[in-house]
């Protein structure tokens, strides 16, 4: 045997003392279960008008409180149909009906009271419909605008990295979001003479970034591809290079070809950055290396970027790259020292982001510079297999934790005769 039907409920918000009776009579007598509360407590206690289907509420009120009630309202699971009705005050019910709220008048019969209510109601459910498809139509606009953004920044990263014979060049690219402010890039220079990388990262996340991202990496690029061979010229006061940091394996000679393509692609984007786009308050990290295939001889520029571990070898040996001037964009002055060194048969050389070292677990441990090391250390015979050491360590500590920053790895190996 069914039980009795549970009354819909119908909620009457007014100020104490307000006298609703014949609204009250005409929503008994219309299947309604009336309770009563006032516009403070349900702005302290919101639950006490979860169970209502319907909420009438007293246009003396006030436009404002009203609308506050509406506001309050949107995020309920289910929420109850909005409708003003009429006290004394036809003004303020006439500012609720402008302002899009559904209302009913006097004399509150059932019959013409259930009308009405079941015609807000279906009014109430078709806005809604529309609203949601609205939503979906508009997220589906942005995952389409977002979908064409990524396919462009994809563009923008190569689609193979140089090559010569005796040296080995890999990377590996994961974003954190559909479109990332990292990137890297690998191109030939001074006639194929010389070998360029970049590893950098743009601050921030998302499409802001990447619209820096492709703005930095093509200046870097393009300055760095129509820029000739090396001057005396190009150190000095004014140009952005103070000095020759030679950290081994090379000299002032050897360092001739490649190094002004180098210093006028990294100060020339900084000083464009920071003159013309100072307002948005974007800069990036880079670690931007030349590398002459012949001798081995690497030159670079460290701006502010975490440093690359060169490991040797045999000892194993770590070697960390620091940074030889600061982030590019922040100051139009700022200058930056070349730094050199060599790479040996079977010395590598590891290039990353700081989503890499900042990589959480489920606990918020970061996976940190030292472990990186550690799995640096581990013997690898390639570069692809440097990187993907790397990133089965990554995933592995990472685990289910969501990725909150982009990851970018590029490493470079020269063979053993």
Same mark, same amino acid.
């Given at each position: 045997?069914?039980?009795?039907?549970?009354?819909?409920?119908?909620?009457?918000?007014?100020?104490?003392?307000?006298?609703?009776?014949?609204?009250?009579?005409?929503?008994?007598?219309?299947?309604?279960?009336?309770?009563?509360?006032?516009?403070?407590?349900?702005?302290?206690?919101? /639950? @006490?008008?979860?169970?209502?289907? +319907?909420?009438? *509420?007293? $246009?003396?009120?006030?436009? =404002?409180? %009203?609308?506050?009630?509406?506001?309050?309202?949107?995020?309920?699971?289910?929420?109850?149909?909005?409708?003003?009705?009429?006290?004394?005050?036809?003004?303020?019910?006439?500012?609720?009906?402008?302002?899009?709220?559904?209302?009913?008048?006097?004399?509150?019969?059932?019959?013409?009271?259930?009308?009405?209510?079941?015609?807000?109601?279906?009014?109430?459910?078709?806005?809604?419909?529309?609203?949601?498809?609205?939503?979906?139509?508009?997220?589906?606009?942005?995952?389409?605008?977002?979908?064409?953004?990524?396919?462009?920044?994809?563009?923008?990263?190569?689609?193979?990295?140089?090559?010569?014979?005796?040296?080995?060049?890999?990377?590996?690219?994961?974003?954190?979001?559909?479109?990332?402010?990292?990137?890297?890039?690998?191109? /030939? @220079?001074?006639?194929?003479?010389? +070998?360029?990388? *970049?590893? $950098?990262?743009?601050?921030? =996340?998302? %499409?802001?970034?990447?619209?820096?991202?492709?703005?930095?990496?093509?200046?870097?690029?393009?300055?760095?591809?129509?820029?000739?061979?090396?001057?005396?010229?190009?150190?000095?006061?004014?140009?952005?290079?103070?000095?020759?940091?030679?950290?081994?394996?090379?000299?002032?000679?050897?360092?001739?070809?490649?190094?002004?393509?180098?210093?006028?692609?990294?100060?020339?984007?900084?000083?464009?950055?920071?003159?013309?786009?100072?307002?948005?308050?974007?800069?990036?990290?880079?670690?931007?290396?030349?590398?002459?295939?012949?001798?081995?001889?690497?030159?670079?520029?460290?701006?502010?970027?975490?440093?690359?571990?060169?490991?040797?070898?045999?000892?194993?040996?770590?070697?960390?790259?620091?940074?030889?001037?600061?982030?590019?964009?922040?100051?139009?002055?700022?200058?930056?020292?070349?730094?050199?060194?060599?790479?040996?048969?079977?010395?590598?050389?590891?290039?990353?982001?700081?989503?890499?070292?900042?990589?959480?677990?489920?606990?918020?441990?970061?996976?940190?510079?030292?472990?990186?090391?550690?799995?640096?250390?581990?013997?690898?015979?390639?570069?692809?297999?440097?990187?993907?050491?790397?990133?089965?360590?990554?995933?592995?500590?990472?685990?289910?934790?969501?990725?909150?920053?982009?990851?970018?790895?590029?490493?470079?190996?020269?063979?053993?005769?």
């Amino acid at each position: 045997m069914e039980g009795p039907m549970t009354a819909r409920v119908a909620l009457v918000v007014a100020d104490l003392g307000t006298a609703t009776v014949e609204l009250d009579e005409a929503l008994h007598d219309a299947g309604f279960a009336v309770t009563h509360r006032t516009v403070g407590e349900l702005m302290i206690r919101p /639950e @006490l008008g979860a169970a209502a289907e +319907l909420l009438l *509420v007293s $246009a003396s009120l006030g436009l =404002k409180q %009203v609308a506050l009630l509406d506001q309050g309202l949107s995020d309920a699971e289910t929420r109850p149909t909005l409708v003003v009705f009429p006290q004394s005050d036809l003004a303020g019910l006439e500012a609720c009906a402008e302002s899009g709220f559904d209302y009913v008048m006097p004399p509150f019969l059932p019959a013409l009271l259930q009308e009405r209510v079941t015609s807000c109601q279906e009014r109430s459910r078709l806005t809604s419909v529309v609203e949601e498809i609205a939503a979906t139509v508009k997220l589906r606009e942005y995952e389409r605008d977002l979908s064409i953004a990524r396919e462009i920044q994809a563009g923008f990263l190569p689609e193979e990295l140089p090559s010569r014979r005796g040296w080995e060049f890999a990377a590996r690219f994961r974003p954190a979001r559909e479109v990332a402010g990292d990137f890297y890039d690998g191109f /030939e @220079l001074v006639n194929g003479r010389r +070998l360029g990388f *970049v590893v $950098a990262d743009v601050c921030d =996340k998302g %499409v802001g970034a990447a619209l820096f991202m492709a703005l930095i990496r093509t200046l870097l690029r393009h300055t760095a591809e129509h820029t000739g061979g090396w001057s005396l010229m190009d150190v000095g006061p004014g140009s952005g290079v103070d000095a020759m940091a030679i950290d081994g394996g090379g000299s002032p000679s050897m360092l001739s070809v490649g190094a002004s393509p180098l210093l006028h692609a990294v100060t020339g984007t900084n000083r464009y950055l920071a003159r013309n786009h100072h307002r948005q308050a974007y800069f990036a990290t880079l670690f931007f290396g030349v590398l002459d295939p012949a001798s081995g001889v690497l030159i670079y520029v460290n701006g502010g970027h975490n440093p690359p571990v060169l490991v040797r070898r045999g000892s194993g040996e770590q070697i960390l790259l620091p940074p030889t001037g600061p982030a590019v964009g922040i100051l139009e002055d700022s200058r930056y020292v070349l730094g050199s060194t060599r790479l040996g048969p079977g010395d590598a050389l590891f290039v990353y982001t700081d989503g890499v070292v900042d990589a959480r677990n489920l606990d918020g441990r970061q996976f940190t510079m030292a472990r990186l090391r550690e799995v640096i250390e581990q013997p690898s015979e390639s570069a692809q297999g440097l990187i993907d050491n790397v990133d089965d360590s990554l995933r592995a500590h990472v685990t289910a934790a969501d990725q909150f920053d982009d990851i970018t790895m590029l490493a470079l190996r020269r063979d053993t005769p």
